[in-house]
């Protein structure tokens, strides 16, 4: 009769567990079409290293360590879900069949049991007595999270107790391996009735059925939904070129808006990405921008999709409750101004520091863009001084107000190949707007061809045949007048037959390199620090003076996280005699931002602390006498932090600066 009574209830849990499933999907279904079910080799690899392995999670240790155990726990103790749920249905059933395999099993289950409800403990400490700032422990998210940890406590407690009542009901033959079950067998049960024990054995077994299958449902309806969604988009995430935006098809016809105002103008992976926010704050503990004081807070832009998923779901899906005046209203709002501001959007640096520390893959940037790009193509709504930039992009090809004309003023006296004489060279230098209008960085543009020319290295430039690589215009969200830009370069750069193409600016590298693909330009792009470690490796370029002095090398976003290169600028600041390097607390893949990228270079900074003094302090605290950089936002960015904290004795330098100072046959 139990087991009939079980049947029933267990049949009518997942019947609802996959009623509430069937209703998660079709409401992924709102978003746009996507293809994430290539590469399945590459996409198991990475299942296996962030999801099972936790990679992500072990950057921080505690946390890491806490999560990877009760994720671990959870995955063996599945076996004893399993195992209780066959018992439910054939009473006295066992894994026991496995034969000299079940003792393992069972001290394995015995083991983790205790470990998941030792960190269970601690976790549910450390959330109420020593909360990390980045977790959100008020309000619904407080219990929320509390509720599941005593969810999952209840679960391993009622697991050995049915365990522990079990060894005494079977005589014995099931304590093989379970060295904790035994134990508490003989402390709770010694000497007990039979019939005492059954009764202990059906209320351990009925409370664990209980936790288990109401764990289960109130999945779907908690902020820890991710606990099975997680692994499938880890699964599905972005494959592509890291970090490149996807285009914006301009060309369609049948198109009533661009970018994205609402939920529907994503794509179901970005929805998804919504069910699977952990709310853990990793991504907002590391943004410049919110831990600078700005109202930015990454984890939130994908709380607030999906808040707003659920709720416009629940209005629109045809089991919808609450008829036609929750509908209207429902519709009457959006995404846009009614969850999410332009204010938290425009705050965002593109640095990528939240999606380099999300556990489960979650692409924020990619969705912060997509709203900007629906602000800029359909409302025109941005900052008004985007007005001036958006302009002179039209106008002069540049961020700039200067004239296009003076494009190439920079290499005067240089003797600079211009490609329209030369037709042909072994390497293109993309000099980049910075490089050619900034009167500081022109000094790097300088300093990197005299290394060019010392290194017989046969180069050519594209003066003014060259334009903005359209970057700060995609990152802005105006994907019109960057595409624009775009296939104008390509024009050029295809005219030529370029295939090699080395640059100073780390932005630069990442349009020309991985989002020109997108529209036809394939070119092999190496930043300059690449480039001059080849040149001092292969002997071509040799040092000869010694520096006795001390710098701190700021990785550039667009250069580290973008594109995956920390070692060749420390390998050059290596190669000079003397120059000692100190690295900042925040370097490599956790590098702080300089607060320029995603077009806030041209934009004011007028909440909270400037992202860039943040940095500047950062470099200064370390005693070095020269920061380091190899992007010419980061120039200007950490140029105007020295001069705030009045630190007059510190000069900020280009990698090629550095080596320049130091290279054999070059009077400095």
């Given at each position: 009769?139990?087991?009939?009574l079980?049947?029933?209830?267990?049949?009518?849990a997942?019947g609802?567990f996959g009623?509430?499933v069937?209703r998660?999907?079709?409401?992924l279904r709102m978003?746009k079409?996507?293809?994430?079910l290539d590469?399945?080799g590459?996409?198991i690899a990475?299942?296996l290293?962030?999801?099972?392995?936790q990679?992500?999670l072990?950057?921080?240790?505690?946390?890491g360590i806490?999560?990877i155990?009760i994720f671990?726990?959870f995955?063996?103790?599945?076996t004893?879900?399993?195992?209780?749920?066959?018992?439910?249905?054939?009473?006295?059933?066992?894994?026991?069949?496995?034969g000299p395999?079940?003792p393992p099993l069972?001290a394995?289950?015995?083991?983790?049991a205790?470990i998941v409800?030792v960190?269970?403990i601690i976790?549910?400490l450390r959330?109420?007595?020593?909360?990390p700032?980045?977790?959100?422990?008020?309000?619904?998210?407080r219990?929320?999270a509390?509720?599941?940890l005593?969810l999952?406590?209840?679960?391993?407690?009622t697991m050995?107790g049915q365990?522990a009542a079990g060894?005494?009901?079977?005589?014995g033959r099931?304590s093989?391996?379970?060295?904790?079950?035994?134990r508490?067998?003989?402390?709770?049960?010694?000497g007990?009735?039979p019939?005492?024990?059954r009764?202990?054995f059906?209320?351990?077994?009925?409370?664990h059925m209980a936790?288990?299958?109401g764990f289960l449902?109130?999945?779907?309806f908690?902020?820890h939904?991710h606990?099975?969604?997680?692994?499938?988009n880890?699964?599905l995430?972005?494959?592509?070129p890291?970090?490149a935006?996807?285009?914006?098809?301009l060309a369609d016809?049948?198109?009533?808006?661009f970018g994205?105002t609402?939920?529907?103008?994503?794509?179901w992976?970005q929805?998804l990405?919504?069910?699977?926010?952990t709310?853990?704050g990793r991504?907002s503990s590391?943004?410049p921008?919110?831990t600078?004081?700005k109202l930015?807070?990454?984890?939130k832009?994908f709380?607030?999709?999906?808040a707003r998923?659920?709720?416009?779901?629940?209005a629109?899906l045809?089991d919808a409750?609450?008829?036609?005046?929750q509908?209207?209203?429902?519709?009457?709002?959006q995404?846009?101004?009614?969850?999410i501001t332009?204010?938290e959007?425009w705050?965002?640096?593109?640095?990528m520091?939240?999606v380099?520390e999300c556990?489960?893959?979650?692409?924020?940037v990619?969705a912060?863009?997509?709203?900007?790009?629906?602000?800029?193509?359909?409302?025109?709504r941005?900052p008004?001084?985007?007005?001036s930039t958006?302009?002179?992009?039209?106008r002069?090809?540049?961020?700039?107000?200067?004239?296009?004309s003076?494009?190439?003023?920079?290499?005067?006296g240089?003797d600079?190949?211009l490609?329209?004489?030369?037709?042909?060279?072994d390497?293109?230098?993309?000099?980049?707007c910075?490089?050619s209008?900034?009167?500081?960085?022109?000094?790097v543009?300088?300093?990197?061809?005299?290394?060019?020319k010392?290194?017989g290295?046969n180069?050519?430039i594209l003066g003014t045949?060259?334009k903005?690589?359209?970057?700060p215009a995609?990152?802005?969200?105006n994907e019109?007048?960057?595409q624009?830009?775009?296939?104008e370069?390509?024009a050029t750069l295809n005219g030529?037959?370029?295939k090699?193409i080395?640059v100073?600016c780390?932005h630069c590298l990442?349009s020309l390199?991985k989002?020109y693909?997108?529209?036809?330009?394939?070119?092999?792009?190496?930043h300059h620090?690449?480039?001059?470690?080849?040149?001092v490796?292969e002997?071509?370029?040799?040092?000869?003076?010694?520096q006795?002095?001390?710098?701190t090398?700021?990785d550039?976003?667009?250069?580290?996280?973008y594109n995956?290169?920390?070692?060749a600028?420390r390998e050059?600041?290596g190669?000079?005699a003397?120059?000692?390097?100190?690295e900042?607390?925040?370097s490599?893949?956790r590098?702080f931002?300089?607060g320029?990228?995603g077009?806030?270079m041209?934009?004011?900074?007028r909440?909270?602390?400037?992202?860039?003094?943040e940095r500047?302090?950062e470099?200064l605290a370390t005693?070095?006498?020269?920061i380091?950089t190899?992007?010419?936002?980061c120039?200007?960015?950490?140029?105007?932090?020295?001069?705030?904290?009045?630190?007059?004795?510190?000069a900020?330098k280009d990698?090629?600066?550095?080596?320049?100072?130091?290279?054999?046959?070059v009077t400095v």
């Amino acid at each position: 009769m139990e087991s009939l009574l079980f049947a029933l209830v267990f049949i009518g849990a997942l019947g609802l567990f996959g009623v509430n499933v069937r209703r998660l999907v079709l409401v992924l279904r709102m978003g746009k079409k996507e293809n994430r079910l290539d590469r399945p080799g590459t996409r198991i690899a990475n299942v296996l290293r962030i999801a099972f392995g936790q990679s992500k999670l072990l950057r921080e240790p505690l946390a890491g360590i806490l999560h990877i155990l009760i994720f671990w726990g959870f995955m063996v103790l599945l076996t004893a879900v399993a195992e209780s749920i066959v018992q439910g249905l054939v009473p006295g059933w066992s894994f026991a069949f496995l034969g000299p395999l079940y003792p393992p099993l069972a001290a394995l289950q015995d083991a983790f049991a205790c470990i998941v409800i030792v960190t269970v403990i601690i976790s549910l400490l450390r959330r109420f007595l020593a909360p990390p700032a980045r977790l959100d422990v008020k309000g619904h998210a407080r219990w929320d999270a509390a509720l599941i940890l005593v969810l999952i406590l209840v679960v391993m407690v009622t697991m050995i107790g049915q365990n522990a009542a079990g060894v005494i009901l079977n005589g014995g033959r099931t304590s093989a391996g379970r060295f904790v079950s035994s134990r508490v067998a003989q402390l709770l049960f010694a000497g007990s009735e039979p019939g005492h024990v059954r009764i202990w054995f059906s209320l351990f077994f009925w409370g664990h059925m209980a936790a288990v299958l109401g764990f289960l449902n109130y999945l779907p309806f908690s902020k820890h939904l991710h606990v099975l969604t997680s692994i499938p988009n880890v699964y599905l995430s972005n494959l592509g070129p890291r970090g490149a935006l996807a285009p914006t098809n301009l060309a369609d016809e049948t198109a009533t808006k661009f970018g994205a105002t609402d939920i529907d103008d994503f794509t179901w992976k970005q929805l998804l990405n919504g069910y699977t926010c952990t709310e853990c704050g990793r991504c907002s503990s590391v943004c410049p921008a919110n831990t600078t004081g700005k109202l930015l807070n990454p984890k939130k832009i994908f709380v607030d999709i999906r808040a707003r998923t659920m709720e416009k779901a629940n209005a629109l899906l045809p089991d919808a409750a609450g008829g036609a005046e929750q509908r209207d209203s429902v519709l009457g709002h959006q995404l846009l101004d009614n969850f999410i501001t332009e204010q938290e959007l425009w705050a965002c640096t593109t640095c990528m520091a939240c999606v380099q520390e999300c556990p489960v893959m979650i692409e924020h940037v990619d969705a912060i863009v997509e709203m900007r790009r629906g602000l800029v193509l359909n409302e025109s709504r941005f900052p008004d001084e985007l007005k001036s930039t958006f302009a002179n992009l039209e106008r002069n090809f540049t961020p700039w107000a200067f004239g296009h004309s003076s494009r190439a003023d920079w290499a005067r006296g240089l003797d600079v190949p211009l490609m329209a004489d030369v037709k042909s060279a072994d390497v293109l230098f993309w000099v980049g707007c910075a490089g050619s209008y900034d009167a500081r960085y022109q000094k790097v543009a300088r300093a990197f061809v005299t290394l060019l020319k010392t290194a017989g290295v046969n180069f050519a430039i594209l003066g003014t045949e060259e334009k903005c690589t359209g970057d700060p215009a995609r990152r802005m969200g105006n994907e019109y007048l960057a595409q624009t830009l775009i296939a104008e370069n390509i024009a050029t750069l295809n005219g030529y037959n370029v295939k090699e193409i080395v640059v100073t600016c780390p932005h630069c590298l990442q349009s020309l390199g991985k989002e020109y693909r997108q529209f036809g330009g394939t070119y092999n792009v190496t930043h300059h620090s690449v480039f001059l470690h080849n040149l001092v490796r292969e002997g071509k370029l040799k040092i000869a003076r010694g520096q006795e002095s001390t710098v701190t090398f700021h990785d550039p976003c667009y250069l580290g996280r973008y594109n995956d290169t920390y070692d060749a600028p420390r390998e050059v600041l290596g190669a000079i005699a003397g120059l000692t390097n100190v690295e900042m607390p925040r370097s490599h893949d956790r590098s702080f931002c300089c607060g320029a990228g995603g077009g806030r270079m041209w934009m004011e900074e007028r909440e909270g602390k400037r992202v860039n003094i943040e940095r500047t302090e950062e470099a200064l605290a370390t005693g070095a006498g020269t920061i380091g950089t190899g992007c010419p936002f980061c120039m200007t960015m950490l140029t105007d932090g020295v001069k705030a904290k009045e630190a007059s004795g510190v000069a900020v330098k280009d990698i090629a600066e550095l080596l320049l100072e130091a290279v054999e046959g070059v009077t400095v």
